[in-house]
């Protein structure tokens, strides 16, 4: 999880922000549905980078702290619908921790625009592609994400 | 330091027309602990995957990254490359840019999708400095397999299985296997009688020594795992003893209740002690529980008085039946999406317009009119017959939006069936498109158009009404541009082909996927069409979408081909994908032992030389950890 993500080299078209988004999905609907949108040739926006986790259950809260705290403007978590989980319940666990930790993420000072939470199943490439064009419009239009920047090197100060 | 090298695939142009690979490997050169890149154009090729080989032995490397297609593709195909180079499999690591980098962004220019995948791959670069070499974990495989859904799918599944040498478990939640198929009249293209070709199947089904039937019954829980399933069926009561009821058929003569048969679709009555057809499999009757006044009431008893062996018990309760097996396959089939929904057409308001699978039994030689065509409201033969086609289906407003696939061909099949039963009737079919793909499915439905005279109108029916006995339905021909009403005696309905109620419950019980429409998930569409994300389980015909007899056989004959290679091998290797405790950490707070959904934790004790207990820690069963990570989440030491 520790890839730091390098804003510089993201392409900057005339000045304009491109967000970061990381998304942490599931290994068997939410990654198996972005895979279809590949194979049907669908487009979306290039901003995401997926980390592949075997189930949301699996999914720390702290990933998303450290995300942001490596430099992602935008955060998503997707995984497999309720009921459908392939290891039937690590979803639930995942909306439960979800619930929790959505109301510290808002006191550890993150706009809550900047955090998205979808059920995005295997056959639903059109969900995920509307999905992350949707989150990266959004987070584009907040700008970067500053709270956090520069918390890592002032920490080993 | 770690050697790792880094292969970036161009896919032919799949990857390469929208990231510059070379440009990609050239940047994970300047990561340290990098010390091999190269891009090539297929690298799962043979020559591809030498390539690699051939790197990690001459740069003695202890990682590779291919960046190619997505893992779920290639995976499994670098890791063996990797094993067979030397390098341990689980130091390989896939990197995704082509589901989801060069086919999902459309630049020529390959700006983002080389920035993209150059992200990726240092991404990948960060995972596997953390991998740790792993082996694979071997497990026992038990050589017996539970085929659930007894239709024809089902049917042949098990009789694979059981030709393959293997105990098979076939479970059949009617009183008799058979499914729609056994309703069928003729079966197309051949025009061939479906229950000559089904019966004998079921009685191999039946005498077949490696098969166990357990009709009327459902599967209630399933635990466990790929070789090691535990099953919990429920079998229903039959108020009849298997054992020792020789099938005379003496019980159900004598019953003095009748209700409406769900075999036969509501067109005709059976008792309420009964089979469901006169061929059933096995042949043994049973007691519908809540129309029975005996055991309701405590009156009558007609059946348990003539019972010659008196096997008839009503005290007789729904037994729980643990099974343990290897491998599952599900074949639970389609219905019919309920006609009540077209009111237009006047189901359910008028009784002589009915379904297909209604006019399958009313042509069937076994069925409530012993084969003849005669209406349901009178027994009229009728004169002129409308078949309406896609009810239902390609219909995303009222319907569903799929194609039900087997309805042009049923319905040619039936124009075939009346004209060959009612000489100068005339069949009418109102159609959107003609779909006759498949062996001589084509020349078939010309051969009904124009040897045995349907008239096919291209259009669709808008209004279905009674007038002076007669049904008056109206409609658009628009090949020719005109309005069109028919005056007919019967009218049939091609509804859609829909999932089996209660299709979604039993795949959360087997933890496989299912669709929107609630058809099954095959694990590939095209490359492993009866497999599931679930390991071990299997699907077969039309529980995955709607599918014709020779594919649902096809499906069930490959389900069976999986489930016995499964069973070739004592031991089979499992991915060794599962959590680990540290030991020194854990303090027995369990919480992971409550979040396992698959209860592979346990409480292990750790004791000093003389025996007492110094700490209690967590333990992760190998065998059954399934690698989810839940518990990996929920602790906070």
Known sequence: ?157 | MPRIGVFVCQCGNNIAATVDTKKVAEEMARIPGVVYTCDYKFMCSSPGQETLKQAIKENNLDGIIVSACSPHMHEKTFRKASEAAGLNPYQCEITNIREQCSWVHHDNTKATGTVKSIDLTRMTIQRLKKNQPLKKIKIPVKKKALVIGGGIAGIQAALDIAEGGREVILVEKEPSIGGNMARLSETFPTMDCSQCILTPKMVEAELNENITLYTYSEVEKVDGYIGNFTVTVRRKSKYVDEERCTGCGECTEKCPFKVESAFELGLNKRKVIYTPFPQSVPNIPVIDAPNCPKIQKDKCGACAIVCGPKCIDFKMEDKLETVEVGAIVVATGYQLMPNERFGEYGYGRIKDVISGLQFERLASSSGPTGGEIRRPSDGKVPESVVFIQCVGSRDEKKGVSYCSKICCMYTAKHTKLYSHKVHGGQAYVFYMDIRSGGKRYEEFVRGAIEHDGAMYLRGRVSRVYEKNGKIIVQGADTLSGSQVEIEADMVVLATAVVSREGADSLAQRLGIGYDKHKFYNEYHPKLKPVETVTAGIYLAGSCMGPMDIPDSVAQGSAAASKVLALFSADEMAREPITSVVNKVTCNACWDCLTACPYTAIERDAIKDRKGNIVKWVARVNDGVCQGCGVCVAVKIH
């Open chain 1, 1 to 157: 999880m520790s890839a730091h993500i390098d804003k510089d080299e993201m392409p900057v078209a005339s000045g304009s922000f491109e967000p970061k988004i990381m998304a942490f999905v599931c290994n068997w609907c939410t990654y198996a549905g972005a895979d279809l949108a590949g194979t049907s040739r669908m487009e979306y926006r290039p901003n995401v980078r997926i980390i592949k986790l075997p189930c949301t259950g699996r999914i720390d809260p702290l990933f998303i702290l450290k995300a942001f705290e490596n430099g992602a403007d935008g955060v998503l978590v997707s995984g497999c619908h309720p009921g459908d989980c392939h290891y039937t319940t690590g979803n639930y666990h995942a909306r439960r921790r979800w619930i929790g930790f959505k109301s510290l993420m808002e006191f550890a000072g993150i706009d809550m625009r900047r955090l998205h939470f979808s059920w995005v199943s295997a056959s639903e490439a059109i969900k995920w592609v509307d999905l992350i064009n949707k989150v990266t419009d959004e987070v584009k239009a907040l700008g970067p994400f500053m709270e956090y920047k520069g918390l890592k090197e002032n920490e080993l100060e």
